[in-house]
């Protein structure tokens, strides 16, 4: 025999000779049991390992100064592209009216006609189609007593039948069809203006604006401001034989980015990640009709800035970024690599501006006030708070280890356990056997 060492004390593993072990049936079916479960409980605890969590998580939003994109797009069958307008204010004095860049108006066929798409055109302070190129250099188009807009072609002058309107808009009065103004007649506005009026309109694309309290709204007619009020000249809108009315039907509407299917399914191999199942928009495929000129909707929404920090995002995010940059937005990125998004709720009412009650909705005791700008206007306030979604594994690689040795010990503990009651147990049979013999 070797000698012994010094540690042959300390062996808490004692070893038995081959000779002194007894194999039977019932530990070999024991073993076979045990180790079938090892390998169940070892693929569960291997599961619960890779499987991962999304833990909300609320906190004060402490963003300053930030901006934000609204993505829109609505179509309106029975108001013409040259009609609608869409401007954008808030509660820090900012506003946008006549909002053009990233804006694209759809020319829509009649309903009667299928409703089929005519052209699209992306909306510019000057389109080449209105550039007054085939004039006389020298010539300098009059602006009938308004003052020239800031951002005329020309200075000083108003080259073409829209930098009217805009000098118009700016003094506050109604424009009209633009008979009598040499550029309208030059570009056929009242001819084009008659051609359009029984299209539809789609408009779609996305705006920038100071994440505060505000509000867009799409209506008829050149906006501007008179005094502290917002006006929209509606001549062309009421002064018409066909009947215009506010019909839309909303097919996207979100604050932020939202990411994209294909990429979703890209980064997270066929995995369903938190955005594209948590992330929805309550507004999208809303239809109102009605059958009033003068109706107005409202849409009152509460926005709620959302973080998503998905597990490993910065690493995979890279290989992303410049790829799909135009699908996220241009505000949709932070430095950490996190997506910075928004979620909303909304309330929505609707009005006729002749006022009146609801009582054939059985609520007499509802009354509406008088007045206002027909269109569809959205209302929105943001939230102080802010919700993270964090995506983490509910444990580490070493815990998944503790428990893979747990599972193994624990099984074969037991597996000993029973195998030693089977044989103690068959032992006193073959002796309760033998003395009844």
Request: aromatic share 8%; net charge neutral; glycine share 10%.
């Amino acid at each position: 025999m070797p000698a012994k060492s010094r540690f042959t004390k300390l062996d808490a593993f004692t070893k038995t000779v081959e000779d002194a072990r007894i194999r039977t049936t019932s530990g070999g079916i024991v073993t076979i049991v045990s180790l079938i479960v090892v390998f169940f409980l070892a693929w569960g605890e291997w599961q619960d390992y890779r499987r991962i969590e999304i833990h909300p998580e609320l906190i004060v939003d402490k963003g300053r100064g930030e901006r934000m994109e609204i993505h829109l797009n609505i179509s309106f069958p029975r108001v013409p592209c040259e009609l609608l307008t869409l401007d954008v204010m808030d509660v820090s004095g900012e506003q946008q009216h006549g909002v053009q860049h990233g804006v694209v108006k759809t020319r829509l066929r009649p309903l009667s006609e299928g409703g089929g798409v005519i052209e699209a055109k992306a909306l510019a302070l000057h389109a080449r189609d209105e550039e007054a190129t085939h004039l006389d250099p020298n010539y300098c188009g009059p602006c009938y007593g308004a003052a020239p807009p800031v951002n005329a072609q020309k200075p000083n002058c108003c080259q073409t039948c829209d930098e009217v309107k805009e000098a118009y808009a700016a003094q506050a009065w109604a424009f009209g069809r633009g008979e009598g103004i040499e550029q309208c007649e030059r570009e056929h506005y009242a001819e084009k203006l008659d051609e359009q009026r029984n299209e539809g309109c789609r408009i779609e694309g996305g705006v920038r604006v100071n994440k505060v309290i505000g509000n867009f709204h799409i209506a008829p007619g050149k906006s501007f401001s008179n005094g502290n009020m917002h006006v929209h000249d509606l001549k062309n809108y009421w002064d018409t034989p066909v009947k215009h009315t506010f019909s839309h039907e909303i097919h996207h509407l979100r604050f932020g980015p939202q990411l994209p299917e294909g990429l979703a399914k890209k980064l997270g191999k066929n995995k369903a990640l938190p955005w594209t199942n948590h992330h929805v928009n309550p507004l999208d495929n809303t239809h109102q009709e009605t059958d009033d000129v003068n109706y107005n909707f409202m849409y009152f929404i509460k926005i709620v800035p959302t973080s998503y920090l998905p597990l490993g995002w910065e690493k995979t995010w890279q290989g992303f970024k410049d790829q799909h940059h135009h699908e996220l937005g241009s505000f949709g990125q932070s430095a950490d690599g996190s997506i910075e998004t928004h979620q909303y709720s909304v309330t929505s009412h609707k009005r006729s501006l002749a006022g009146g009650d609801d009582g054939a909705e059985g609520h007499k005791e509802r009354l509406h006030s008088k007045g206002g700008i027909p269109g569809v206007f959205f209302s929105y306030d943001i939230s102080p708070m802010k919700v993270i979604n964090r995506e983490e594994r509910p444990k580490s690689f070493l815990g998944f280890l503790a428990g893979l040795c747990a599972i193994v010990g624990g099984t074969l503990t037991v597996a000993a356990a029973v195998d030693r009651a089977l044989f103690e147990g068959g032992i006193k049979l073959k002796k309760l056997r033998a003395k009844d013999l």
